[in-house]
Each structure stands twice: as structure tokens, then as C-alpha cells.
């Protein structure tokens, strides 16, 4: 189904799947990847790549997910699937005792990880 694009005053349509036109999406795609590329030239972003870096981490995260193997925001949803991703339940941004708080990590499958980082992200939360 053909809908108008989503910026503002564009009357292109918006290509299937897109919520903009194919002009429009390449200005917010690249907009959306320079932040993306601000962001990971931080101190924080690279503080965070050195924590996630360090073989002690990688060890603990192997170990809680053995510890709980099954993704807390599916089993809420009555769904077991299997975690594959520690989970920082509030953002640690590079600051090493967040990090390494065990009390501040909950199992997550990736696609629920993925979501919870993207709204954190580009929504702020």
C-alpha cells in the first residue's frame, strides 16, 4: 500500500517498507549513521569497548549466562527463549563500578538486548 512520505511538506511516496521517500530516507539514514559514528568517537564509547574488551568480562558473562540461561523480558511475556546477551539494566556508560556491578546485569536474548540499546539510544531511555 503506497503512503505519502513522513517528512515534513514532502509529497513523494514513500518507498514500500519506508516510512519516507528514497531521498528523504537517505538524509535520515545518513544523519542516524554520523551520530552513530559521533557517539562511538567519545571517551565514554571508549571506555565502554575496553571494559567489553577485557578477558574478565567476557569469563563473567559466560558464567552468568550459565548461571541464568533464559531471557528475563521473554519469560514476562511467558516465552522461554535462551539468553545470549548480558544486559547492563542501567546504562553503565563506561563508568567501571556500573559495570562490573553483578546487581545491575540481567540475561536478555539478543533481539531483546538489541531492542532495550536501541530505545536507550536514539530515544534517550
Do not use: I
Not at 72 to 88: I, K, N, R
Not at 105 to 118: E, G, I, V, Y
Request: glycine share 8%; with cysteine.
Amino acid at each position: 500500500m503506497a503512503k505519502l512520505c513522513g517528512a515534513p511538506g514532502c509529497e513523494e511516496v514513500a518507498r514500500d517498507g519506508f516510512p519516507r521517500c528514497p531521498d528523504h530516507q537517505a538524509e535520515q539514514d545518513a544523519r542516524r549513521a554520523a551520530q552513530k559514528a559521533a557517539a562511538q568517537r567519545t571517551p565514554q564509547a571508549a571506555a565502554a569497548r575496553a571494559l567489553y574488551a577485557d578477558p574478565r568480562w567476557m569469563r563473567a558473562a559466560r558464567g552468568f549466562l550459565a548461571r541464568h540461561p533464559l531471557c528475563v523480558d521473554c519469560l514476562e511475556l511467558g516465552v522461554v527463549e535462551p539468553a545470549t546477551d548480558v544486559d547492563h539494566v542501567t546504562p553503565h556508560k563506561g563508568d567501571g563500578a556500573l559495570f562490573w556491578d553483578r546487581g545491575n546485569w540481567q540475561p536478555l536474548c539478543h533481539r531483546c538486548h538489541s531492542r532495550k540499546t536501541a530505545r536507550e539510544v536514539w530515544h534517550g531511555g
